[in-house]
């Protein structure tokens, strides 16, 4: 047999334009009649789709006593009552509610068509799904049929679910609302009790179990506001709180699921506004079948968060004073509510260190000039910081900056101190250093006529008018040169000041010790406390000189490791040179 290979052939020439593929088998033949297109098509569910029901549902008993309980719900139950039964088939599972029972039981497993009057389907539209939840389960169903005065009962085996045999209705004595018994399978047994907690927390109706109702709670309990929005509870919380994407904030009669909504952080506050919703009557926020652990995302979704949003705010509008940032304060003026300007409050300025990329923050500053600081180098504002705290031109308290409120008045028409950097003279020379200023390469340490800090400052106002230059003497600088060690670093110190080693050893740490956190490195104790030995040992060579530097290395070593040893009223005497030490322990003077 002979097979031909598909060929694409052209049949542009023919008027159609389009590309076709001529296949060597199953070719129509020669004068056969061509195949009808339908006039118009709907969508339809197919009849398979019954063969596949144990899969539309996680089989967990999680999902089973949401579904049993929503039913019982909207049947207009009271109350339900779950019990254990010991039967001689086994384990089962009793979950009863005296709600109005089902009228047909051919409905009970009619997969698409739920059944319910037709009040209960505009407002919840359901689906005709939740039964299915038990599918693959051994299941005994009782129910009372209120038109036609009297109790059925059908027993559905775990097979029985997918349609390949009938299921025969048989009469009951049950006189009022429904029950489904299932056989109980270990993993459900052991799960019972925490699952029956989780499902009764947030429903509308009291769950007994084992005779003792199960404790519930108000979704929206801890709520500082609450409005009702088109058959919604909006609750806001303003708490520490931190949740996560999939924290569940929509309670659906007792169905909590995942669903994001609109929160607001205020300034430096370690609290969060956040919203929760509980749905109570709103036919168009919908959930996803037949699962339903998540929203449908449709403009009734839209909607209710931007309702939530609003109601944030309006919570937000009843507190004393707000840090919100200045973009979320212009969004609660596009939705209609109409706050005061942020709390007029920043951070007193703490100069910067280099061992951490998070800055220290001051004192709250409330009242008073204030003069806004810009961020710069662990190395410019140290030395700047002991230059102002000698002599300073400004007026008020240095703050810290917060470009979150740029855009409010008050911020905007502060004064400003923009820029630092430092002129350092030698030899008759001016030499500038600077964030983005650097020294000569060959610029050594040591020290230098004279040393002062250069600010650019902005002044306040509505308009502010041309920035101005202070001078402002400074005693020692030490500039990091990128380099963050001190072999790298420049040490500065005006020779005619009094600079006392210690001073300028934690200046040195300051502006360039940073841990580091490779796996071989020793922790930070020990690389801080190399650190200091270092800064200190440098410095008293700078400012000492060789000999007293020495001196001071010793007295350490021995202040560090010798002195504890030494007994209460006795004296240590030590003489030492190259080749040995003699020691002797005297009575103290």
């Not at 509610?97 to 009228?103: H, N, R, Y």
């Not at 037709?118 to 299941?139: C, H, K, T, W, Y």
């Not at 996560?244 to 506004?273: C, D, K, Q, Y």
């Not at 662990?378 to 740029?406: M, Y």
């Amino acid at each position: 047999m002979n097979i031909r290979t598909p060929t694409l052939t052209n049949t542009a020439s023919r008027g159609g334009g389009w590309w076709s593929v001529q296949r060597g088998i199953g070719l129509r033949p020669t004068g056969a009649t061509p195949m009808s297109f339908p006039a118009t098509i709907r969508p339809e569910v197919g009849q398979s789709l019954i063969t596949k029901v144990s899969r539309l549902f996680n089989g967990t008993l999680s999902d089973v006593l949401l579904e049993l309980f929503q039913n019982a719900r909207r049947a207009g139950a009271r109350a339900i009552h779950v019990a254990v039964r010991n039967l001689p088939a086994g384990t089962a599972l009793s979950i009863y509610d005296d709600g109005l029972g089902i009228d047909d039981p051919a409905t009970l497993l009619r997969l698409g068509s739920s059944g319910w009057a037709q009040d209960i389907q505009v407002r919840e539209d359901p689906a005709g799904m939740g039964i299915f939840s038990l599918a693959g389960q051994d299941v005994y169903v009782r129910s009372w049929a209120r038109r036609s005065g009297r109790g059925w009962a059908v027993h559905i085996p775990a097979n029985g679910w997918e349609g390949a045999m009938p299921l025969a209705i048989e009469p009951s004595a049950i006189v009022c609302g429904t029950e489904f018994e299932i056989m109980l399978p270990d993993s459900w047994e052991q799960q019972l009790s925490s699952s029956l907690r989780a499902a009764a927390r947030y429903f509308p109706l009291p769950v007994h179990f084992e005779d003792d109702e199960l404790p519930r709670e108000d979704f929206l309990a801890g709520a500082v506001h609450i409005e009702n929005w088109e058959g919604c509870r909006i609750g806001i919380f303003h708490d520490g709180t931190t949740e996560a994407t999939h924290t569940h904030r929509i309670n659906f009669h007792g169905v909590t699921v995942a669903s994001r909504m609109p929160t607001l952080s205020e300034v430096e506050s370690p609290h969060n506004w956040r919203a929760r919703v509980d749905i109570v009557d709103a036919p168009t926020l919908q959930l996803v079948l037949p699962a339903r652990k998540e929203m449908v995302e449709n403009d009734a979704l839209l909607r209710l968060r931007q309702a939530a949003e609003t109601a944030l705010y309006r919570a937000i509008s009843r507190e004393v004073s707000h840090r919100l940032p200045y973009k979320a304060w212009v969004r609660g003026g596009e939705l209609g509510v109409i706050l005061p300007e942020a709390e007029a409050t920043l951070n007193g300025w703490v100069p910067t260190v280099a061992d951490t990329s998070n800055r220290y923050q001051g004192e709250p500053v409330r009242s008073g000039p204030m003069m806004i600081m810009t961020d710069h180098e662990a190395d410019i504002e140290q030395a700047l910081a002991r230059a102002l705290a000698t002599a300073s031109p400004i007026e008020g308290k240095l703050v810290q900056e917060n470009r979150e409120f740029e855009g409010y008045r008050w911020y905007d028409a502060l004064p400003r101190l923009m820029s630092c950097s430092f002129v350092a003279k030698r030899d008759g020379t001016a030499y500038r250093y600077g964030d983005d200023v650097a020294l000569p390469v060959d610029f050594e340490s040591g020290p230098v006529e004279a040393l002062s800090a250069e600010i650019l400052v902005r002044p306040g106002g509505a308009s502010p008018a041309d920035t101005s230059i202070f001078q402002i003497p400074a005693d020692m600088l030490v500039c990091n040169n990128t380099g963050w060690t001190l072999d790298e670093a420049t040490i500065l110190f005006v020779g005619q000041a009094n600079v006392q080693p210690g001073d300028l050893a934690d200046l040195m740490y300051a502006c360039l010790f940073c841990f580091a956190d490779d796996h071989d490195c020793d922790s930070w104790d020990t690389q801080s406390q190399s650190f200091e030995n270092e800064a200190r040992n440098l410095a008293n060579l700078l400012l000492l000189g060789e000999d007293e530097a020495l001196l001071a290395r010793l007295r350490d070593a021995v202040f560090d490791h010798v002195q504890w040893l030494i007994p209460s009223g006795r004296s240590l005497k030590v003489a030492a040179d190259g080749t040995r030490v003699t020691v002797s322990l005297d009575q103290a003077a």
